[in-house]
């Protein structure tokens, strides 16, 4: 389960991170870094796309849970797009819709960040 | 022959001179001139001598053992021998100025004659039979298949020759060709050619150290001029006169050392410019076994690096050696073990990045060489940093992997200190170093694996501990369990309390992550619940503040998925609040369905309360006889059969729908069952939970 690969765009003042394959206990590593290289950069506004994510286990859930917080101070906010039902299901069981904004498109997303200068919940 | 006493031996050895010394002077008194009387006593007086050299010869093999000592030691005797055999012989040639008679057959014509002819053919006889042993320890220094050989037979050729001479009147030596006949010119020959094939066998030489090699060389001169003094000084009629055949192997004797000798000086004399070279090549093959003998047997990582710039400081004779070391894939280096480093230098090492200089090592993947350290425009510092040190060799070592393991520096402090032969030495001692420590590495870390599987050996045992040791009997219900970690440790959690109101409550949950630090998180999570438990009677409380109290003290990254349930035993009630966890599964006897209940809520440690409070839900099942539930943590539904698909949520509830009836146990192993027959395997290999708790019929 290592193949796990991320891509990233840089659309104006988001950062997209394309996630494929399989985030678990060990890749989940590789996501913390990118995640936190766009950070570093001073880039805020992050739409994470899952829809080449085949897996994630809580690991991989934990990620977006150690930048959330420092994202959202400084106006920026994580935004998770194009999840497959399956993969979907394991952030519903966890109640992740309650603290992050899911899209089924990543244009919605996109658009989401130009509407509204949200603080987040 | 050994029989005889040694003293016994040396007392007749001694009488046989002084019997012939008295003999001497019979005959130089009474002068018989050529009667018959006179041939017979001196044939027995040339008898008596050969008896002597018989006896010396006994006493020197018993007395003179010498085969184990060192060569120098071999060469001193030799030296003495020679000096003493000049010193004696030549201060009484001064004193007693002998004069001979006759052309052939010496006689003396003056009584000093008879005096210095008897003490230099004794002294002869002394000299030539533990020189000639001395020189069979040279010769025999590195044996070739002919070497005794050729000894034996030179030694038989002298025996033959003497022979001869004993009973023959001329010439006076062997290699007296003039007056020779075909005999003597035939053994003559035969000794040359003999001499000059021990002559060659000098292979002693070649392994001598440099300092040696001039000190020899110097030494041979003084052995060859002493040779060539003692012949014209002191032998040459004295000994001719007290005896022919003495005379005679006296003379052999003679020319083999003085040939053996020039032809020495001449290998010396080739060898001395390479002496250097050679001295080189040797030390390095010695370190190199001694070498490879200490470093296989050494695991001990610090005695290891010390041994590496030991033995680099003396290959190179460089005057300043230390091994930098690097840890992983860490750009840093740290000096580990130096020779005339001083403290403020090592702190300062400007080699200490994998940059700059040590980059290029990188790239090359062989030694450095600088020739000249001020002059290297890269170097610049390094001359601020240690002033004295001008040339430089800075040897790479990689692992097998071919990561850079560490580099190891060493320094002269003249410019052009090394060379090619260096680089190329350093390179060979590269692999060997770089071996060595990944073994010690290996070793190492294979004790640390080991300690540390003890330790989480320990810890399996303290959280197997943590877990409900019996289910309790609660009236109206039956509950069963099942707990498997897939490592040492995990983070799956299952226990049993009393709520404040005495009512039975359980917990199930999940710690995210795996391995130790979700261990320690399940339990601090256990001490929290059993003590918020005492507290309350409601479950949507109890994990309310447990999510509290896990927000500030978990990771960020990190969270707990946990049911909180509660037991109302009369009226046959459940009711539970589920933090992010799995549902619960209500199956039911008598319709013979499986519901998946999941009310809404949040993991535990995702939000400091005010959302999580606004989200969870408690939820009430009504459960009637025969019906029963299953609580269980997600490793139940991620179990994969050989085809790599997850078990999932709708298999469980095909295998649920029919699995009422019996005990919870019964239960239970049905579920099991059904779970190794779908992973085709005799046993589960996940972290994996579950509770079945029966209303009872």
């Given amino acids: 389960m290592s193949n796990f690969e991320i891509s990233r765009e840089d659309n104006k003042e988001i950062t997209v991170l394309k996630l494929h394959g399989y985030l678990d206990a060990h890749t989940a590593r590789e996501f913390e870094q990118s995640l936190a290289n766009v950070i570093k950069e001073q880039r805020f506004k992050i739409v994470v796309s899952l829809e080449n994510l085949k897996y994630i286990s809580s690991a991989g859930l934990g990620v977006f849970m150690g930048f959330i917080e420092e994202v959202r101070k400084k106006g920026g906010d994580i935004k998770i797009a194009q999840p497959s039902p399956k993969v979907y299901k394991v952030f519903d069981l966890l109640g992740f819709p309650n603290l992050y904004e899911f899209y089924d498109q990543l244009e919605t997303a996109l658009k989401a960040f130009e509407k509204t200068q949200q603080p987040g919940k | ?697």
Avoid at chain 2, 86 to 112: D, M, Q
């Fill in chain 2, 1 to 697: 022959m050994s029989r005889i006493p040694l003293k016994m031996v040396i007392l007749l050895t001694a009488l046989l001179a002084v019997v012939v010394f008295l003999l001497d002077n019979f005959l130089y008194l009474v002068k018989f001139d050529l009667s018959i009387i006179a041939i017979s006593l001196r044939s027995i007086r040339n008898f008596l001598i050969m008896l002597i050299g018989l006896g010396w010869y006994l006493i020197i093999r018993k007395r003179f053992v010498i085969t184990n000592k060192p060569l120098s030691i071999k060469l001193l005797y030799l030296l003495q021998i020679l000096t003493a055999n000049l010193i004696i012989g030549g201060l009484l040639y001064y004193t007693l100025e002998p004069v001979y008679e006759g052309e052939v057959n010496l006689t003396y014509a003056n009584y000093s004659a008879l005096l210095y002819a008897n003490i230099c053919g004794l002294l002869a006889i002394a000299s030539i039979i533990p020189l000639l042993f001395l020189m069979r320890e040279f010769i025999f220094y590195k044996q070739k298949r002919t070497t005794q050989l050729y000894f034996n037979l030179f030694i038989g050729v002298i025996l033959l020759s003497s022979v001869i001479f004993f009973f023959e009147k001329e010439p006076t030596h062997l290699f007296d060709f003039e007056n020779s006949n075909f005999i003597h010119s035939l053994l003559s020959i035969v000794l040359i050619l003999l001499i000059i094939l021990l002559a060659f066998r000098n292979d002693w030489l070649t392994y001598l150290p440099r300092r040696d090699k001039f000190l020899y060389f110097f030494l041979g001169g003084i052995v060859l001029i002493e040779l060539s003094l003692l012949w014209k000084l002191v032998y040459s009629p004295h000994l001719v006169a007290y005896s022919k055949v003495i005379g005679n192997v006296g003379n052999i004797v003679w020319h083999f050392l003085i040939i053996y000798c020039s032809f020495a000086l001449l290998t010396l004399l080739v060898h001395l410019p390479t002496a250097r070279a050679v001295d080189r090549k040797l030390k390095e093959v010695s370190s190199l076994y001694e070498f490879a003998r200490e470093l296989n047997s050494e695991l001990n990582y610090s005695r290891l690096t010390q041994l590496i710039t030991q033995l680099t400081a003396r290959v190179l004779e460089s005057s300043t050696t230390w091994l930098e070391l690097r840890e992983g894939q860490e750009t840093e280096l740290k000096v580990m073990s130096h020779i005339n480093l001083s403290r403020e230098q090592i702190e300062q090492n400007p080699f200490d990045k994998l940059s700059g200089f040590n980059e290029s090592l990188l790239r090359e993947k062989r030694p450095v060489l600088i020739n000249d350290v001020s002059a290297h425009r890269e170097l610049q510092q390094v001359t601020k940093w240690m002033p004295e040190l001008r040339s430089l060799i800075a040897t790479p070592l990689f692992s097998n992997r071919e990561q850079l393991m560490g580099i190891i520096y060493a320094g002269k402090n003249q410019p052009y200190g090394f060379d090619v032969d260096d680089v190329s030495l350093m390179e060979a001692f590269a692999n060997q170093f770089a071996i060595a420590l990944e073994n010690a590495h290996l070793w190492a870390s294979s004790i640390e694996r080991e300690r540390l599987e003890q330790e989480l050996k320990i810890a399996r045992e303290v959280q197997l501990k943590l877990l409900p040791q019996q289910m309790p009997n609660i009236p109206n219900f039956e509950l069963d369990s099942y707990f498997l970690t897939a490592y040492e440790v995990g983070g799956d959690y299952y226990d049993t309390f009393q709520f404040s109101d005495g009512k039975p409550g359980f917990v199930i949950g999940d710690v995210s992550g795996k391995g130790t630090s979700a261990a320690f998180y399940m339990a601090e999570f256990k001490g929290v619940i059993q003590t918020l438990a005492q507290h309350t009677s409601s479950p949507l409380k109890l994990i309310s503040q447990a999510n509290r109290i896990f927000y500030n003290s978990i990771e960020k990254q990190m969270f707990v998925t946990a049911i909180v349930g509660k037991l109302f035993p009369e009226k046959r009630k459940f009711q539970f609040v589920r933090a992010g966890h799995p549902p619960v599964v209500h199956c039911s006897s008598s319709s013979k369905t499986a519901t998946f209940i999941q009310p809404p809520g949040l993991g535990i440690g995702l939000d400091r309360g005010t959302l999580f409070d606004k989200i969870i839900r408690l939820e009430t099942i009504q459960l009637k006889r025969g019906d029963f539930l299953l609580v269980f943590t997600d490793g139940l539904l991620e179990i994969r059969n050989p085809d790599n698909e997850e078990f999932g949520e709708e298999r469980l509830m095909e295998l649920l729908k029919n699995c009422s009836g019996g005990t919870a146990t019964e239960i239970k192993e049905r579920i099991l069952n059904a779970l190794l027959d779908f992973t085709s395997n005799a046993q589960l290999h996940d972290d994996l939970t579950l509770i079945v708790i029966k209303c009872q019929e």
